[in-house]
C-alpha cells in the first residue's frame, strides 16, 4: 500500500512537470472509492497550480476554466478549485507524453499539455475527487482527521509527548491511526520504534519525554530517508518515472523476522497487533 513517503516521491516527480500545464480533457474509467463529483468535460481549459500532498493525499490546483457558453472565467486565488487524489491501496499515477491506450486497470486521465497524468489502481480503492478549495468540502470533510505532517515544526518533541501521553492504546496503534501524526504506515512504524529502541507494545502513556522525542526523530529520519531512497518498493509501487524505491533493502525489521538484529545481535520477531504484523527485536526495543 502507497505510504506517506511513496506519496511524496509521487508528489516530487510530478510536480514541476504539471505546474501551469492546461487541462485538455479528463477521462473516467471504472467507479473509484468515491464519484469525482463533476462532470469531467468541465475541467478542460483549466490551468494546474503546484501539486501539494496533506497526508497521503494529493491536492492539484486547477485554476480558471471555461464555463459552457461563457468565455474563460477569471483566474483568481478565490476560484482555484482542484482534484484531491488518493492511492488508495493499489494506487499509482503517471504522467507520460504519449502513454498508450488506456489499460484495464487505468481508470482517471487528464490529458494536458505537458502529457496524459494517469491513474492506474486495480483495486480502486483510490480517488479522485473535484473539490472547489482545499478548505471547503469535500476536501476540508477528507482531509479534517488527519494528524499534524512529520516534517511540520509545529509538531514538537512537547507536543508529541503530550498527544502519545493522553492515549492508553499501545504506541504503534496509537502511530498507525494517523490522527497524532500522519504517514507512520506499518512499515515505518515498525522501523522508527526499532531505531528509538521502543518496544511495539509499549503504552503510550508510559513513554516518557526523552523517549517520546526520541521516537519523534527516529520517524523522521525513517521517513526522509524513505523519500530519499524512493519509497519502498511492495507489489507494484513505482513513482511517476516508473522507477521503483529502495527502501526495503534498508528496513532492519519489517519483514525480516528470524534475522539477526544489527545494533544489538538480537533475534527479530513478528507479532500481530490489531491484524498487522509487527517486526521488532525483542533485545533492545524496551517497554
Ligand atoms: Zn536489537
Redesign the pocket.
Known amino acids: 500500500m502507497p505510504e506517506l513517503p511513496e506519496v511524496e516521491v509521487t508528489r516530487i516527480s510530478l510536480a514541476d512537470r504539471l505546474n501551469d500545464a492546461r487541462v485538455l480533457s479528463a477521462r473516467l474509467g471504472k467507479p473509484l472509492r468515491w464519484p469525482l463529483g463533476i462532470a469531467p468535460e468541465s475541467l478542460a481549459g483549466r490551468r494546474a497550480g503546484l501539486l501539494q500532498r496533506r497526508g497521503k493525499y494529493l491536492w492539484l490546483p486547477l485554476r480558471g476554466g471555461v464555463a459552457p457558453g461563457d468565455g474563460p472565467v477569471a483566474a483568481g486565488p478565490d476560484d482555484a478549485g482542484g482534484l484531491l487524489l488518493h492511492l488508495g491501496m493499489s494506487g499509482s499515477l503517471n504522467l507520460a507524453d504519449a502513454p498508450g491506450p488506456a489499460g484495464a486497470h487505468d481508470h482517471f486521465e487528464l490529458a494536458t499539455s505537458r502529457g496524459v497524468l494517469r491513474l492506474t489502481d486495480p483495486r480502486r480503492f483510490g480517488a479522485v475527487v473535484w473539490s472547489p478549495g482545499l478548505q471547503a468540502d469535500p476536501a476540508a470533510r477528507l482531509l479534517a482527521k488527519l494528524g499534524a505532517e512529520p516534517f511540520d515544526a509545529a509538531l514538537t518533541p512537547l507536543a508529541f509527548h503530550a498527544a502519545l501521553h493522553g492515549r492508553r492504546t499501545t504506541v504503534k496503534a496509537a502511530l498507525l491511526a494517523g490522527d497524532i501524526v500522519v504517514g507512520a504506515g506499518n512499515i515505518y512504524v515498525s522501523e522508527a520504534l526499532?531505531r528509538a529502541?521502543i518496544d511495539p507494545r509499549t503504552r503510550c502513556n508510559q513513554l516518557s519525554r526523552p523517549r517520546c522525542e526520541r521516537l519523534l526523530a527516529a520517524l523522521r529520519l525513517t521517513l526522509a530517508r524513505a523519500i530519499e531512497l524512493g519509497g519502498t518498493t511492495l507489489r507494484d509501487f513505482r513513482d511517476a518515472h516508473g522507477m521503483s524505491g529502495a527502501f526495503q533493502n534498508e528496513a532492519q525489521v519489517y519483514g525480516r523476522e528470524g534475522d539477526t538484529?544489527?545494533?544489538?545481535?538480537?533475534t527479530?520477531r513478528r507479532i500481530v497487533q490489531a491484524q498487522r504484523s509487527t517486526y521488532f527485536?525483542?533485545?533492545?526495543?524496551r517497554r
Do not use: L, N
Open positions: 526499532h529502541a538484529c544489527s545494533r544489538c545481535g538480537g527479530i527485536c525483542g533485545g533492545c526495543q
